[in-house]
Every structure is written in structure tokens, then in C-alpha cells.
């Protein structure tokens, strides 16, 4: 009997009937064809050690003979005691309080609660209205997706979302319009301020951001004094400002916190993908002793939380992942080499006029394609240029991660690469030949379907 085909529901891709998978060794992926694929952007920005890493399949292994879960309300474990240590020493000491969660999705749902949990202790019950930015991306939850701003994600759930209030994405490349690059973050803060004051100081919770925005965006890092200048104004109101570093953090950019680059702390903060590196399910989301100490006086503790918070055998995969991370000292590669790699991208393609920018931090490399260099327009979306990138890099055999929409809500092409952090200096290389071929075909064929519209 053969097997069923299986079609992508992730359209973005650009890949069209599924191949099976068989295993994975380090930065590679193999079918049951034996097919190779070379994880450039380690799915959607996960699997940071690559795949079948030995020491961490070995400590999920003995942590699965001991117990694979033991209820949080029941008992803790060495697991969970050390991951959080290891969590607390990697922020500064600064965020001592974590739940854990299964995915990116539910630690951002648990900072959003954690933060009404919060105001409602304070006896500041109005304060039930989120702030958060333009082309971002949150999560799946309801709560998560209320607060994120994709149009095709969503659409389908639009009437049953909280009400959320959006301002201007930080952007560095595409400002608002009549804003330079030098009073840019000026114009933003006064945008958030502007905003807090429109809805109400008393009614506002908090402010939601990614420091460095992924798939809503194509990877982009806030510009410089951003998060100092929103860090004053949600303090200036009493509103919580909440980081969400899913994507972004857990080393992805070079530092563990991708925040430690813009000199802040958030209130709240959630981490996922990174943290156990695709291993087991693992998102946290951490708060701080002021966000702590108010909700144990009011009601005991954090109300959110779920049956698997705390899960013992993901918690041991996040251990090994952070300690081979320290011990090989991958983020200092990370930070240093991740600059390289963005002016070997530059440098592959400086002739490929399409390449609109270029941008990033550590490992977390953004490239935005665009129709005209100068105006910076995208090509229409029906093009689809993000997914036939996608299709082509799939086919030579390379793992990238397309996306679109960060124009408009339905046109702009970007590509995400995200390799692992021990990616080797060949896999770097064979990154930059193989997707650097793979746009200048994209594009061309994307002219081509223009011209004949």
C-alpha cells in the first residue's frame, strides 16, 4: 500500500507535497529518498544545535528513564530547578520567575495574562487594553494572535480577538512616511505616547514588542536608542512593557537576551524556540521581582500555567541545550561570525540589484527583495517571489525560511536564515552559494511573470 501524500499548509514555503522525513545529523536533514537538506534557517528559527545532537538526545534519554513528567502542583525536579537557575544566571538575575510552557505561542498568552494578572493585584482593574506594533507576529493563541498584526493570519478569527491598539513598526527601512532615520525613534515613542494617552494611562496594561521582529517582518532589529526611548514612556504611564523574544532570543542574536544589545529590561519576557532547540516543546515566560512580589502579596503567585507547565523531560533538553551553548561558547561565534555572514550574503549578490537590504543580528539575517532598489516597491504579490525562493532552495537542497506581507499585509519578499550556531564554516559557505543562486533565478523568473501580466 502506498503511503498518503501529504500537502504544505505552510504555503510560504513554497514547498508543494511533502517529503518524509527519515533523521537528521547536525545542520542536515535527510527523507527517506536520501535527499539532503542543509537547515539553513534551522526551521523557523528552532533547532540552534541542529538535529540529533548526541549529549542532548542523551539527556532526554536518561531524564525518560528516571520520569518523563512529574505535575508541577505535585513536585519539582532537578530538571526544572536547574534550567531556571541557568535561565537566572543567562539574565542577569533579573528575571527569577518563569513558567513554563510548551511553545512560543502559550508564553506569550502567559505574559499577557501575567501582565492583567498584575495591574489587577495593583487595584488598577481598567487597565485591560494592550498596546503592540504593526508587522509583528506573536503567536497562535487567541490572546497572542490579538496582539499580532499579519493580515493573512488574522483574518479567519477577526470579531473573536481582544482589542488592541497598533502603532508603527520600527523599521529602520521602511520609516513612516515623511520620517528621516535620524528622528525616527523619536517619531515611534511619541507614536506610543500619543497612543497611551489617546486610550487612557489608567486603561492601558501593557506594550508588546519584538526586539528584533521575524517572520512578520523578515528579521528587523529595532534602530538604535528604540528601546530605551519605550522603556521611559511605559514607565512614565505605568505600563508594562513585555518583550517577546521567541524568536529572537535564547542566543539567536549573539547575546542570550536579545535585548542585552538595546541596554533594557522588560517587566515581562517570554523565550521558546531556542530554549530547548526544537529537542522537546519548551517556551518560558519570565518576569521580574516587582511583577512577582505584587502578585504573591494579592493572590499567591502567577494564575497562568497549564497541565504540562514545567514537563521534566523538556526541561532536561533545555539544560543540555544551554549548557553545550556556554560551554562552547557559541554565542561569542554567534555574535562575530553572524556579521560575517551577512557581507558574504551582500557580497555574493552585489550585483543583484533586487537585493533590497540585508539585515540583522548574530544568526538572525534578514534579506528583503525588492522590485525597485530606489523606491523600495515590492513586487506584486502575485509574483509570490518569497515562495518560489522557498521552492527552488528546497530543491538544490537548502532549508530557508520565506515570508511575505511586511508591505501592505499582502506584498513584500523576504527570506529568514537562521542556521544553527555550530553551523560549520562549509554549511556557512554552502548557505551563501546555494541561496544566492536560488534568488537570482527567483527573480528573474518573478520579472518574467510581471512583464507577461
Not at 532537578?78 to 539574565?91: K, P, R, S
Not at 517619531?187 to 521582529?213: N, R, S, W
Not at 525562493?389 to 506581507?405: E, K, M, N, S, V
Amino acid at each position: 500500500m502506498s503511503s498518503p501524500k501529504i500537502t504544505s499548509t505552510g504555503s510560504s514555503y513554497g514547498v508543494q507535497s511533502l517529503p518524509k522525513i527519515d533523521y537528521g545529523r547536525g545542520s542536515y536533514l535527510y527523507d527517506v529518498t536520501g535527499k539532503r537538506y542543509l537547515d539553513g534557517s534551522g526551521g523557523p528559527a528552532v533547532y540552534c544545535l541542529g538535529h540529533a545532537h548526541p549529549e542532548v538526545t542523551e539527556a532526554v534519554k536518561q531524564q525518560l528513564d528516571r520520569i518523563a513528567h512529574a505535575y508541577r502542583y505535585l513536585f519539582t525536579s532537578d530538571a526544572v530547578e536547574e534550567l531556571t537557575e541557568i535561565i537566572t544566571q543567562n539574565t542577569g538575575g533579573h528575571f527569577p520567575n518563569i513558567i513554563y510552557v510548551s511553545s512560543g505561542s502559550e508564553a506569550v498568552e502567559s505574559c499577557l495574562k501575567i501582565a492583567l494578572q498584575y495591574h489587577t493585584a495593583r487595584g488598577e482593574k481598567s487597565r485591560r487594553r494592550f498596546i503592540a506594533r504593526e508587522r509583528s507576529w506573536h503567536g497562535n493563541t487567541l490572546g497572542a494572535l490579538s496582539v499580532s498584526h499579519f493580515k493573512t493570519r488574522r483574518d479567519a478569527f477577526e470579531g473573536s480577538l481582544l482589542d488592541v491598539a497598533f502603532v508603527s513598526a520600527a523599521n529602520a527601512y521602511r520609516p513612516p512616511e515623511g520620517v528621516t532615520a535620524k528622528g525616527l525613534v523619536a517619531h515611534l515613542a511619541k507614536e506610543l505616547e500619543d497612543k497611551i494617552l489617546e486610550i487612557g494611562p489608567d486603561k492601558v496594561a501593557a506594550f508588546i514588542f519584538e526586539p528584533v521582529v521575524g517572520a512578520a517582518g523578515g528579521v528587523v532589529p529595532a534602530p538604535e536608542g528604540y528601546a530605551k526611548a519605550i522603556r521611559a514612556v511605559c514607565d512614565k504611564y505605568g505600563v508594562l512593557l513585555i518583550g517577546d523574544e521567541v524568536m529572537c532570543g535564547s542566543g539567536r542574536t549573539g547575546t542570550w537576551r536579545a535585548l542585552e544589545h538595546d541596554g533594557i529590561f522588560p517587566d515581562i519576557m517570554s523565550v521558546a524556540k531556542g530554549l530547548a532547540a526544537g529537542y522537546q516543546p519548551l517556551g518560558a515566560a519570565l518576569y521580574s521581582d516587582k511583577v512577582h512580589e505584587t502578585l504573591m502579596a494579592a493572590h499567591g503567585g502567577a494564575m497562568t500555567g497549564h497541565t504540562f507547565t514545567g514537563h521534566t523531560a523538556a526541561c532536561a533538553a533545555g539544560v543540555a541545550v544551554q549548557k553545550i551553548v556556554t560551554r562552547d561558547r557559541l554565542l561569542e561565534r554567534v555574535l562575530d561570525r553572524g556579521a560575517v555572514l551577512q557581507q558574504e550574503l551582500r557580497s555574493a549578490m552585489a550585483d543583484v540589484g533586487e537585493l533590497g537590504d540585508v539585515r540583522g543580528r548574530g544568526f538572525f539575517i534578514g534579506l528583503e527583495l525588492v522590485s525597485d532598489p530606489i523606491t523600495k516597491e515590492p513586487f506584486p504579490a502575485y509574483a509570490s517571489l518569497h515562495a518560489a525562493i522557498g521552492r527552488r532552495a528546497f530543491d538544490a537542497g537548502l532549508i530557508c525560511y520565506p515570508c511575505t506581507g511586511n508591505v501592505g499585509g499582502t506584498a513584500g519578499d523576504t527570506v529568514i536564515l537562521a542556521p544553527p550556531y555550530n553551523a560549520s564554516e562549509d554549511e556557512l559557505g554552502e548557505i551563501v552559494t546555494t541561496l544566492s543562486r536560488v534568488i537570482r533565478e527567483s527573480v528573474a523568473e518573478a520579472r518574467r511573470t510581471v512583464a507577461l501580466r
